[in-house]
């Protein structure tokens, strides 16, 4: 990564922790409530090792005096789970930020097939981000994109043979694209066309196309192909685009880059709302519902969709089975966070 990128993941971190401050100022009544770690459900089971080999993935970017020592001490953390939840135990304290019931979701990285040119089959393009484009300033819609506004420019990254899978590589953010000469493409996200994310499930509720129970990602997949007319009016209802950038810095085993610029980790990253969780901390995960989770997971992203104190979108891999697993995430529970121990007492007199 070049020093440029690890500057601006160094400030979004740092922005990410002012705005939790000004939150807090903003918002006295913001819960926050500290716990021991006995109090973590499940914590004394949960493989810590993992969860410290994922934090320190990212530790170097919180740019904060408070956490750079903590970031020292952890990479000298022996590799084993008794000295790894010992470093957590104590270095930090459990707080809950916001009034549980949390709602977690999933996300994956998809492995889609592609071309790096139009063809018959391959007619749907993803975009590199425009050049004009700048952070904060209001772009075409998904609509007006879809129906032409960037023809002709040459932008197109690469062509899929499904648009509702250009639909979810967006929602997504990243994914593989696997090119007709056999290479695999890595693309991430590169920026946003400034509009806000509306959800296309939402939508269908209103409609009464979909209960709220119904809604999932593979439901709306499956009637957006069954219903093509309808269904490319649908996404159209969300007017949020995202660009994309060809990643050539990765391994086959890496995850995608996340927020923070770093690969993500499988079942260890969870993208969050930088408001009220900061990028970098570790966040303890008690996820309800059909496939129960208790797990230390790192705060390595973010997502136009992810609002709110205790809300949380948890990486669950790569691939067509991640995907089907992630899809039907939409459970309660309640997220913890992690905070250096004056950081953490802090928070309850933001004063």
């Known amino acids: 990564m070049s020093q440029l990128a690890i500057d601006a993941a160094e400030m979004r971190v740092a922005s990410g922790l002012l705005a939790i401050a000004v939150a807090l100022m903003a918002s006295p ?12 459900d499940g ?12 934090f320190l993935r990212t530790c170097d970017l919180i740019d904060q005096p408070d956490w750079a020592p903590i970031c020292a001490v952890a990479a000298d953390v022996p590799q084993d789970d008794a000295s790894a939840r010992s470093f957590f135990e104590i270095f930090f304290k459990p707080i809950i930020v916001g009034k549980p019931p949390a709602l977690f979701t999933g996300y994956f990285e998809p492995e889609l097939d592609g071309s790096p040119v139009q063809t018959g089959r391959f007619k749907y393009p993803i975009y590199r981000r425009p050049p004009e484009l700048k952070d904060g300033t209001v772009f075409h819609s998904r609509e007006a994109i879809e129906n032409g506004a960037l023809d002709g420019r040459g932008l197109e990254l690469a062509w899929l043979d499904d648009p509702v899978d250009v639909y979810f590589l967006q929602v997504q953010g990243s994914g593989r694209i696997r090119m007709t000469d056999g290479t695999v493409m890595r693309v991430g996200y590169a920026g ?8 296309v499930g939402h939508e269908m509720v209103r ?8 809604v999932s ?29 060809k990643i050539g810095t990765l391994t086959a085993e890496d995850g995608p880059i996340g927020a923070m610029g770093r690969s993500i980790t499988t079942m260890r990253s969870i993208a969050i709302d930088p408001k009220f969780t900061p ?15 208790r797990s230390l ?32 995430i939409k459970d309660g529970g309640r997220m913890v966070l992690l905070l250096p121990i004056d950081r953490a007492y802090a928070m309850l007199d933001p004063d």
């Not at 914590?43 to 994922?54: R, S």
């Not at 790192?298 to 697993?325: S, V, W, Y």
């Open 29 to 40: 009544s913001m819960s926050v409530e500290v716990l021991d770690f006995d109090a973590l």
């Open 43 to 54: 914590w004394y089971d949960d493989n810590h090792v993992e969860a410290l080999t994922a």
């Open 192 to 199: 946003a066309n400034g509009h806000s994310y509306r959800s």
């Open 207 to 214: 409609r009464g196309t979909l209960t709220m129970d119904e």
């Open 217 to 245: 990602a593979p439901g709306i997949a499956s009637w957006v192909r069954n219903n093509p007319d309808a269904g490319r009016d649908l996404l159209q209802t969300n007017p949020s685009y995202v660009f994309f950038r």
């Open 279 to 293: 990028l970098g901390a570790p966040v303890w995960i008690e996820k309800d519902g059909k496939s129960p989770i």
């Open 297 to 328: 997971m790192i705060a390595q992203d973010t997502g136009g969709a992810i609002k709110g104190m205790q809300r949380a979108d948890l990486f669950i891999g790569t691939g067509a089975d991640a995907g089907t697993l992630a899809g039907h």
